[in-house]
């Protein structure tokens, strides 16, 4: 069999009918880039992004909703191929079982400047609520309650440390997981009522927006102070399939960018990836950076061929 194919390969090659590149990228099964997703805004936005450019490319990106620790499992095993939704420091121990002994490879970083921490809306704040020290000084307020994101994030993780360790006195309050969708429902019906709430906040996300919430001090330890995101892949993902490894290591985004594709999603009830589409569309620069040095799965350049799905 292998013959046959060494035989039919440089047959094809002779006759000039396809691509050294097309012929590598295509028999290493690289069509299909399979994603994560876990149900977060921002990472849904970028995957649109990753989408639409593949998409363009003629490679299919096949994007599941997973939970982290899934994710981080199905990179291990092969069952996932890039995640862009890395969130560091609040990721750090799925970093350290999974990246720092190489099972998972963390390609490139995708975005700066993030903030991943326990929020309150501004009404909290201006009652004293600066700090997670503060938080317990009105457990009967908050009804002793942290609202979390879907059970198993890294964040939940760190909050449940906290209960545990009665950190910031914190041992008698309850996490309550959900997604992030439910959190922040119930996050509004508690604002409309101008009842107290904690619950995770981070930026990029367009509850900065339609909230108006201040970030708590004092969470650092767990939390970190600013911090970034990372594209991962699966072990050798770069290496077996160089093209798309190409154009993950050359994505990277802003928070303005993240924030109006998930504007528009939230507001104009557009899909992420039309959202995604319109801004590309609309800011066409980022196209030579982000294509730099990438083919098409057919071994032409990626640029015009984006454009041309514009």
């Given at each position: ?253 802003t928070q303005e960018m993240e924030n109006s594709i998930m504007a528009e999603v939230a507001n ?43």
């Amino acid at each position: 069999m292998q013959r046959l194919s060494t035989t039919v390969t440089a047959t094809l090659l002779a006759l000039g009918s396809v691509s050294i590149p097309a012929l590598a990228w295509a028999e290493q099964g690289c069509e299909t880039v399979k994603m994560a997703d876990p149900g977060w805004s921002d990472i849904a936005a970028t995957n649109a992004i990753a989408g639409f450019l593949l998409d363009s490319m003629g490679y299919k990106a096949k994007i599941d909703t997973l939970a982290v620790p899934i994710t981080f499992g199905g990179l291990k095993d092969g069952q996932v191929d890039v995640f862009l939704g890395n969130w560091m420091p609040a990721q750090q121990g799925f970093y350290d079982k999974f990246v720092a002994n190489g099972d998972v490879t963390q390609l490139a970083k995708n975005l700066d400047g993030t903030e991943f921490t326990l929020a309150v809306p501004d009404y909290v704040w201006d009652a004293g609520v600066h700090d997670f020290n503060d938080l317990n000084k009105y457990a009967d307020k908050f009804d002793k309650k942290l609202y979390g994101i879907g059970s198993g994030a890294p964040a939940n993780l760190s909050l449940q440390e906290i209960i545990k360790k009665n950190d910031f006195n914190l041992g008698q309050w309850k996490l309550i997981e959900s997604s992030e969708q439910a959190m922040l429902a119930e996050v509004s019906r508690a604002v409309k009522r101008q009842k107290f709430v904690t619950f995770l906040g981070w930026t990029p996300h367009p509850m900065n927006v339609q909230l108006n919430m201040r970030y708590l001090k004092g969470g650092e330890k767990y939390f970190g102070d600013t911090g970034s995101v990372y594209t991962l892949t699966r072990k050798g993902y770069a290496q077996a399939c160089p093209n798309v490894g190409k154009l993950l290591g050359n994505l990277s985004f802003t928070q303005e960018m993240e924030n109006s594709i998930m504007a528009e999603v939230a507001n104009k009830k557009v899909s992420n990836f039309d959202a995604a589409k319109a801004w590309i569309k609309a800011n066409p620069a980022v196209l030579g950076k982000w294509l730099d040095g990438v083919k098409t799965l057919d071994g032409k350049e990626a640029l015009p061929a984006v454009q041309a799905k514009l």
